[in-house]
């Protein structure tokens, strides 16, 4: 398992990395030291492994240091959207099945995520949608070309609670950066989270960026978009009484 365990990363992060960060994950990854995941030995059922031998071939993409044509990629011109840590990919379909038009890549570093999410690809017949099998960081900094996306989709990113895990958030400076750098001008970021201490967080880090102005008519939280279904993690924060926040910038 990632560290998906939403709410109890029980487990020291710097142990669980050292034990397998390499596994899982096409390409080879960088060298950068701390990461918004850790890669534990998941439960693979027998489809998921199936799905992952026969259809990453196809609807995979590598991870290499260089950009992607997304003409090439997808056979068209299309606004691109790009999710990140897409879990099982329920949102990730939902999207690509209500919005034809777009192309959208998925990226997750958890196996089992990814086969599940290939499975319903080839099931659905689904051609708009590609994905990276890669810590989302990397692929955002090597892949994407600057100015090249519609949008960036963020949803219940690992909240890593405890205070001195807190550097493993996906969203710090350098996120921060990096994605308003690959936004177009007039494209989104959504971000969505049930913790409300992370919610305060991305708040604060994402004010700091100056070409990203919070489209919440308050400068904080919007009602949620109607692109974004109720995700897995979600589901659990709910039961759990949890508020949920979505938080939506534009590139200036
Ligand atoms: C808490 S889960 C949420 C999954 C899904 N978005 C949902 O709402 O159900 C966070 C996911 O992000 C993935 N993840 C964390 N950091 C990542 C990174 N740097 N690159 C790719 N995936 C990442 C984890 O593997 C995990 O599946």
């Not at 034990?19 to 990461?35: A, F, K, N, P």
């Not at 059922?45 to 071939?57: G, K, M, R, S």
Request: aromatic share 8%; proline share 4%; charged share 25%.
């Amino acid at each position: 398992m990632v560290s998906s365990d939403h709410n109890d990363q029980s487990e020291s992060a710097e142990t669980a990395s050292s034990h397998g960060e390499l596994q899982g994950v096409t390409g080879t990854l960088t060298s950068r030291s701390i990461r918004s995941f850790v890669i534990r030995n998941g439960r693979m059922t027998e489809a998921q492994q199936e799905a992952i031998d026969q259809w990453l071939p196809k609807f995979g993409i590598t991870f290499r240091q260089q950009s992607i044509d997304f003409e090439e990629t997808f056979g068209r011109i299309a606004p691109t959207w790009v999710e990140i840590g897409f879990g099982n990919g329920d949102a990730l379909l939902h999207m690509a099945e209500q919005h034809p038009e777009v192309n959208l890549i998925g990226i997750e570093v958890h196996a089992p995520g990814v086969g599940h999410a290939l499975l319903g690809i080839q099931s659905k017949q689904l051609e708009n949608v590609r994905i990276i099998q890669h810590d989302a960081m990397e692929v955002l900094q090597h892949m994407i070309a600057p100015q090249s996306l519609a949008r960036v989709l963020l949803f219940f990113p690992d909240p890593w609670h405890k205070k001195r895990h807190h550097k493993r958030r996906i969203v710090q400076k350098e996120f921060v950066d990096t994605v308003s750098e690959r936004l177009q001008s007039g494209g989104l970021l959504h971000c969505a989270t049930d913790i409300a201490n992370y919610a305060e967080w991305m708040l604060e880090h994402l004010q700091t960026a100056t070409q990203l102005v919070n489209e919440s008519g308050t400068h904080d939280f919007v009602p949620q978009p109607d692109w974004r279904i109720n995700t897995r993690f979600e589901r659990r924060g709910l039961r759990l009484g949890h508020d949920v926040f979505d938080l939506l910038y534009r590139r200036t």
